[in-house]
Nanobody, 116 residues
Framework: VQLVESGGGLVQAGGSLRLSCTAS????????VGWFRQAPGKEREGVSC????????NYVDSVKGRFLISRDNAKNTVYLQTHNLKPEDTAVYYC??????????WGQGTQVTVSS
């Protein structure tokens, strides 16, 4: 099972990016998937998670109204659309599933850098 994140980059404050998470050897279907981020010198934090099966979508308070998680099962890809980015959103962003979290498995992530 491999999850590959992409779509990060350098943007000015107020800009937008769409992050992608594509799976190989695994099918997202309607199972739970989440986006996480880790800023320099800080612990990794959960940003958003979605489970179609459970009918739940959650966001950390700091991104509510600015980020949107979605998925395209036909492409086996999960997205994190970010809007109105702030310098404090600068971090490496990762996607993950509960099974991989349980064994501490992470992808390489994608770097998002927001300049002021």
């Amino acid at each position: 099972v491999q999850l590959v994140e992409s779509g990060g980059g350098l943007v000015q404050a107020g800009g937008s990016l769409r992050l992608s998470c594509t799976a190989s050897g695994y099918t997202f279907d309607n199972g739970a998937v989440g986006w996480f981020r880790q800023a320099p010198g800080k612990e990794r934090e959960g940003v958003s998670c979605n489970s179609r099966k459970a009918g739940e979508t959650n966001y950390v308070d700091s991104v509510k109204g600015r980020f949107l998680i979605s998925r395209d099962n036909a492409k086996n890809t999960v997205y994190l659309q970010t809007h109105n980015l702030k310098p404090e959103d600068t971090a490496v962003y990762y996607c993950n599933t509960p099974a991989r979290l349980a064994v501490g498995s992470w992808g390489q992530g994608t770097q998002v850098t927001v300049s002021s």
